[in-house]
Nanobody, 118 residues
Framework: VQLVESGGGSVQAGGSLRLSCAAS????????MGWFRQAPGKEREGVAA???????SYADSVKGRFIISQDRAKSTLDLQMNSLKHEDSAMYYC????WGLGPETYKIWGQGTQVTVS
């Protein structure tokens, strides 16, 4: 199984970015897919997750600004990030085969994509 993130970059505060994650080599099952982030010196934290039935969960810090979406037929997971803040700067990772927003529950991870908000 391989996860490849894309879409990171540098943006000014208040701007938007859209992250995408392409998955290959796995068989659909009833698990969550999620986005996580890790800033220097901080622990990895859950940002948003989406279940196989489409139900979503978000960290309080991103509610109302970020939107997670999936296309399981295409094996893709997206994160639309709006009204970005400096504190959103981090390495963002997608992950599958887990539960909710707890990174410790996820088994498969991408390599990450950097988001920098100035």
């Amino acid at each position: 199984v391989q996860l490849v993130e894309s879409g990171g970059g540098s943006v000014q505060a208040g701007g938007s970015l859209r992250l995408s994650c392409a998955a290959s080599g796995y068989t659909y099952s009833s698990y969550c897919m999620g986005w996580f982030r890790q800033a220097p010196g901080k622990e990895r934290e859950g940002v948003a997750a989406i279940d196989s039935d489409g139900s979503t969960s978000y960290a309080d810090s991103v509610k109302g600004r970020f939107i997670i979406s999936q296309d399981r037929a295409k094996s893709t997971l997206d994160l639309q990030m709006n009204s970005l803040k400096h504190e959103d700067s981090a390495m963002y990772y997608c992950a599958i085969d887990g539960w909710g927003l707890g990174p410790e529950t996820y088994k498969i991870w991408g390599q990450g994509t950097q988001v920098t908000v100035s």
